[in-house]
């Protein structure tokens, strides 16, 4: 019994000094020092010393009731996983196969027509110089007055 004694002045000077040592911190709700050479040291000590209005309980929103429940939130995810698993299935490899790829390359040839590559005739000429004399004609000078 004599042994536990020591054990509880220890413990007892034990919260004692600890006591103290968070007595002597610094308060973290006390106003901290502004610097005065800062540019918004007058606005930063009014906003330290403005006490505002506390909050209550009446100020805590009331529930919502247009939030999805558990249950809707799990049929919403089975519908996902569902439409995920039958894109799966429809688009798995052995769903399609590729065939009469060499048909369909020669009705894609015969659609496409190919660019005439071959040299301009005189009326080619004809017309690109028509339609360069239009724009000429329609094209004014710059003013010459600064802006």
Sequence with gaps: MNGATGKIVRLGVLIALTATAVTGCVSPFKTAKVDPTSPIAEQ????????GRRPTFADIPAI???VRGPARIKAVVEAEQRAAAK???D???ETFKLTDTEGYAARARAA????DFGAPTEADRANTE???AAARGRASAPSSQPK
Excluded: E, Q, V
Excluded at 44 to 51: L, V
Excluded at 112 to 115: E, H, I
């Design 64 to 66: 919502p009731t247009d």
């Design 112 to 115: 496409a027509k190919a660019p």
């Design 130 to 132: 028509a339609f360069a």
């Design 91 to 93: 688009a798995a490899p």
């Design 44 to 51: 930063a000590s009014a906003a330290a010393r403005y006490k």
């Design 87 to 89: 894109l799966r299935r």
